[in-house]
């Protein structure tokens, strides 16, 4: 039982959101990365995503396309994101899921991976381009490692495999508010509410909502039906011009804030 399984039981028992914001990593400046961790959880993260940049991340918008290529360039490689989140751990124990495509996994090697990722503090993996009808060798290594496997779900998802998806993933499912890539909105069409209805009806465990949510509004309507939202393009885009660590926390913070209850 990892702690993000401990932490949507506590959730629901306190008939709680989890609020769950995405970070590139080393983005907008290097050495952000341990800081940034730190200062969203003291604002109020229940779990926290740390994106794997990659060079074609095809489910991103140009927001977190142009924080993974600011990211490379700084130096946040497989390695150096792992040995950030050991030297975190150091001093939380918030829940951290790592995003990432399968090229890097791969190239790392798939064990490797997670093996590394369970010995510096990783508590969950999603991998957008993986196959649930081929992750059977992936779900064995995260059975083994203790490493929380997530998939995603689709707005387009049938009821079937909505069932299909919630049975694979280990302790939540991660749910697409639109189809296309990540990128703050500034509204949601009339079906998610019934998507959101779909999903809650054909799940056990709990599930997030993710890409495009920027503002309290949305949370709000959105965790009527989930059990959490995870931010991500807006809040990159709040920091993305800060040039010193302090501001780009300061920053962090602030936004996070502004999407819980005043």
């Keep these: ?80 994101i792992l040995e950030s989140v050991r030297a975190a751990r150091r001093e939380t124990a918030v829940p951290i899921v790592l995003m990432g495509y399968l090229n890097p ?52 998802t049938p009821a079937e495999r909505i069932k299909y998806l919630d049975s694979l993933s280990s302790d939540f499912s991660y749910c697409v508010s639109v189809t296309g890539v990540t990128g703050a909105r500034s509204n ?4 998610l509410d019934g998507f959101l209805q779909r999903v809650k009806a054909n799940t056990v465990k709990p599930f997030v909502v993710g890409f495009g949510i920027s503002k309290r509004e949305h949370v709000v309507s959105i965790c009527r039906y989930a059990d959490g939202v995870v931010v991500g393009s807006a809040l990159l885009r709040s920091i993305e011009n800060e040039s010193g ?15 819980q209850e005043r």
């Design 1 to 80: 039982m990892n702690r993000i399984h401990t932490l949507f039981q506590q959730l629901r028992s306190q008939n709680r959101k989890a609020l769950i914001p995405y970070i590139t990593p080393e983005f907008p400046v290097r050495g952000t990365t341990v800081p940034l961790i730190l200062g969203l959880e003291k604002a109020g993260a229940s779990l926290i995503e740390v994106g794997i940049p990659f060079s074609d991340p095809i489910a991103d918008g140009t927001t977190i396309q142009h924080s993974s290529h600011v990211a490379i360039q700084n130096g946040a490689t497989v390695g150096r």
């Design 105 to 156: 996994i791969f190239r790392y090697g798939m064990e490797n991976f997670l093996r590394d990722a369970d010995q510096c503090g990783i508590d969950g993996v999603i991998v957008p381009d993986l196959l649930p009808e081929e992750s059977e060798v992936w779900r064995s290594l995260s059975a083994k490692y203790d490493v929380s496997n997530i998939f995603l779900v689709a707005p387009t």
């Design 188 to 191: 949601f069409d009339g079906t």
């Design 245 to 259: 660590i302090d501001r780009v926390v300061a920053s962090s913070q602030e936004f996070l804030s502004s999407l």
